[in-house]
């Protein structure tokens, strides 16, 4: 829901930086990979108890995953690229509430299953509507230039990482806040497939 609005905040500076980087041969792909292994090191170092140094991570980790797509509109956009970075972003959005389950099953693990399925669920419904997009020829802009077609909803990215940031500062309630998210995904998920059947009408 936020997303269009945060990236017209965002997308300037990431794009000066990604010139500069691409100028210099460093390519998106690169950039995505790196973005992938800090988002991963951030989970693994909340499962060791290091809540706040696993949220720098965190946040450093969404940077680059802004800053790969600047590079690429910098050099070379690619159909590679685009799997490459969304597949990364799945990886890393399941870590983190995995993460939280390793440090303290007893309390978070029923949650964090609850949570993962809320994600699965609406990647899925993600995912399967940006395919009938692409084959329905549609268009969008609004969320960036991306290699997939991004439907909007109740929770996006920019919601996904304030919620992440919010378990980090406030970890002893991460089960009820988990619940209340992934309830809100569910619901997302809900209305885009409702959103489908108006689209692609049987």
Request: aromatic share 12%.
């Amino acid at each position: 829901m936020l997303d269009a609005a945060a990236r017209k905040l965002i997308d300037p500076p990431l794009n000066r930086l990604g010139r500069h980087l691409a100028a210099r041969g460093v390519t998106a792909d690169a950039v995505t990979l790196t973005g992938l292994a800090i988002g991963l090191a951030a989970a693994g170092t909340i499962a060791m108890g290091a809540i706040l140094t696993g949220l720098i991570l965190i946040l450093l980790s969404r940077i680059a995953d802004g800053l790969d797509g600047a590079v690429a509109r910098a050099s070379r956009k690619t159909d590679y690229g685009g799997y490459l970075d969304i597949t990364a972003d799945f990886l890393f959005y399941g870590a983190v509430p995995l993460g939280f389950a390793a440090l303290d099953p007893a309390a978070n693990g029923l949650a964090a299953a609850f949570l993962l399925t809320s994600f699965y669920f609406n990647g899925a419904s993600f995912l399967g509507f940006a395919l009938l997009a692409e084959k329905h020829e549609m268009r969008t802009d609004a969320q960036g230039q991306k290699s997939l077609y991004y439907s909007n909803g109740l929770l996006e990215g920019t919601e996904t990482i304030g919620f992440f940031v919010l378990i980090c500062l406030l970890p002893v309630f991460f089960a009820p806040l988990a619940y209340i998210f992934g309830a809100l995904c569910f619901a997302t998920a809900s209305l885009r497939l409702f959103a489908a059947r108006r689209v692609f009408p049987k």
